[in-house]
C-alpha cells in the first residue's frame, strides 16, 4: 500500500483558488507557529481565524499551542502539512516540521484545543495531544447565533496521544454525521480520559449518523464512549484490555440501532462483556473478533 504524501497534495491544493461572480473561493492559508512560512502567513489561529470564509483551507506546519473557538464559516479543511502526523523538536524545542496542536503553556481548565461550531468541518493529518479533563476536537450543537451546528464534519489520519490527565481525543456534542477514520488514540488516560466520547449540549438529541472506522485504540482509559444513534463502528483495532469495572471499550448505553462490526478487540472472548466495557444500547447490532479466537463474535455482548 502506498503511504500518502500530503506535502506532495498540498503543494497540488496551493493553486485551487475558484471565482463565483467576483468572489473569491477555495482560499489557502499558511499557520506556521514558529514563523518561517510563505509571505502572508500567520503563527496563531486567533490571528488567521477573522480571515476565513466558506470552503478555505488552512495548511499547517510546525507546533501550534493554542486553545480556540473556530469562527461561524462552513467546509473549512485543516490539514498538517507534513508525510504523518508527529511533533517534530529538536531538544524540546520545535523545529517547525510535522504538523501538531498541543495545550498552550498556561491552558483554560476544560476548555478544547479547537470547538468546531459550524457545519462541514474536516480535520486531516495532525497529532494532537489535549489539556486535562479537556478535548483536543469539540464539535459542538447548541442552535445558537455563535454555536449554530457543527455536524457534518470529518477527522482523518490524525494521531490523539498522552496531554493532561483525562483529556480526550474527539467529543460530540448532540451533531449529526461525523465520521472519524484511520485514527490512532493512544495513551489518553487518567478516569476521566476517552478516546471518543459524546457530551449533552442544549437537549436537542443524540449524536447520530456518525461513523467510526478503521481507527486504532491503544491503552486508553475509555475508548468510545457515545450516547448516539445508528452509528457505524467498523473495522478499528482495540488494543487496550479492561479489568472488570474499569473503563470502557465501546459503550452506547442510551443509543439505538448502533452497527459494531468486523473490529478486532485485544481482550479475550470471555472478556467481551458489558461488565466489562462492551454495551451496545438498544438492538444494536455486533459482529467482531477477539485476538484469541479466528471465529467472529457475532452476539451481542451480555
Request: glycine share 12%; net charge neutral.
Given at each position: ?88 523538536t529538536s531538544g524540546g524545542v520545535p523545529t517547525g516540521g510535522g504538523a501538531s496542536w498541543l495545550a498552550p503553556a498556561s491552558p483554560v481548565a476544560t ?60 467529543e460530540l456534542i448532540e451533531v449529526k454525521k461525523i465520521r472519524i477514520e484511520g485514527c490512532i488514540f493512544e495513551a489518553l488516560t487518567g478516569a476521566g ?110
Amino acid at each position: 500500500m502506498t503511504m500518502r504524501n500530503y506535502w506532495r497534495e498540498q503543494q497540488q491544493i496551493d493553486n485551487r483558488v475558484a471565482l463565483v461572480g467576483n468572489q473569491v473561493i477555495n482560499r489557502v492559508w499558511y499557520l506556521f507557529p514558529q514563523g518561517g512560512g510563505p509571505r502572508g502567513s500567520f503563527t496563531t489561529f486567533a490571528d488567521l481565524s477573522p480571515n476565513l470564509r466558506n470552503r478555505d483551507l488552512i495548511l499547517l506546519s510546525g507546533v501550534l499551542k493554542e486553545q480556540a473557538t473556530a469562527p461561524v464559516v462552513y467546509d473549512v479543511t485543516v490539514l498538517g502539512s507534513a508525510n504523518d502526523p508527529r511533533q517534530a523538536t529538536s531538544g524540546g524545542v520545535p523545529t517547525g516540521g510535522g504538523a501538531s496542536w498541543l495545550a498552550p503553556a498556561s491552558p483554560v481548565a476544560t476548555t478544547p484545543l479547537i470547538r468546531v461550531v459550524a457545519q462541514g468541518w474536516s480535520f486531516v493529518n495532525i497529532q494532537f495531544a489535549p489539556v486535562a479533563a479537556s478535548a483536543c476536537i469539540t464539535f459542538d450543537r447548541r442552535e445558537t447565533t455563535a454555536i449554530p451546528d457543527s455536524s457534518h464534519g470529518s477527522v482523518e489520519d490524525c494521531y490523539f496521544t498522552t496531554g493532561g490527565s483525562a483529556g480526550h481525543g474527539v467529543e460530540l456534542i448532540e451533531v449529526k454525521k461525523i465520521r472519524i477514520e484511520g485514527c490512532i488514540f493512544e495513551a489518553l488516560t487518567g478516569a476521566g480520559g476517552h478516546a471518543i466520547k459524546s457530551t449533552a449540549g442544549a437537549g436537542i438529541a443524540n449524536t447520530s449518523h456518525g461513523t467510526i472506522r478503521g481507527n486504532k485504540f491503544v491503552q486508553n482509559a475509555n475508548d468510545v464512549f457515545v450516547v448516539g444513534d445508528r452509528y457505524l463502528v467498523q473495522g478499528n483495532v482495540l488494543y487496550s484490555t479492561n479489568p472488570v469495572t474499569v473503563g470502557n471499550r465501546i459503550n452506547f448505553l442510551g443509543g439505538t440501532d448502533t452497527v459494531v462490526i468486523e473490529n478486532r478487540f485485544k481482550d479475550v472472548i470471555a472478556d467481551i462483556t458489558i461488565a466489562k466495557g462492551y454495551k451496545s444500547g438498544t438492538t444494536g447490532q455486533w459482529s467482531n473478533m477477539a485476538f484469541d479466537s479466528t471465529v467472529p463474535i457475532a452476539t451481542v455482548p451480555a
